[in-house]
């Protein structure tokens, strides 16, 4: 009984990790994001392969997570939030003050 368990253990292990890694593989960056459409998820449908994406939201001026439903949607779509907020987030300018 303890080694059935144990297999299903591990077995569940390795499927999670399977998971997370194509999802996160699957995410193929787009040419020309933008920063300043509303989110959409895009519509599901044959070969459309759904997933977490990150799209930037200008009134809360922060990165939200959103499922995307695999085909279509527009370009404020990015694979990650890091690369949402490097892309969409304003930088600070280093103030100058002279005298």
Same mark, same amino acid.
């Given at each position: 009984? !303890?080694? !059935? ?7 569940? !292990?390795? /499927?999670?990790?399977?998971? #997370?890694?194509?999802?996160? =593989? ?27 994406? /990150?799209? #930037? ?10 499922? #995307? =439903? ?7 779509? #990015? ?21």
């Amino acid at each position: 009984m !303890i080694l !059935i368990n144990l297999q299903f253990l591990v077995f569940l !292990i390795l /499927w999670t990790v399977n998971l #997370y890694g194509t999802t996160a =593989q699957r995410c193929t960056p787009l040419a020309n994001p933008t920063c300043t459409a509303q989110a959409n998820p895009g519509t599901t449908g044959p070969g459309c392969l759904p997933g977490t994406r /990150w799209s #930037y939201d200008s009134s809360s001026r922060r990165c939200t997570a959103f499922t #995307y =439903q695999g085909c279509g949607g527009n370009s404020n779509r #990015y694979c990650s939030r890091v690369v949402c907020e490097r892309s969409c987030l304003p930088t600070a300018r280093p103030r100058v003050v002279v005298g």
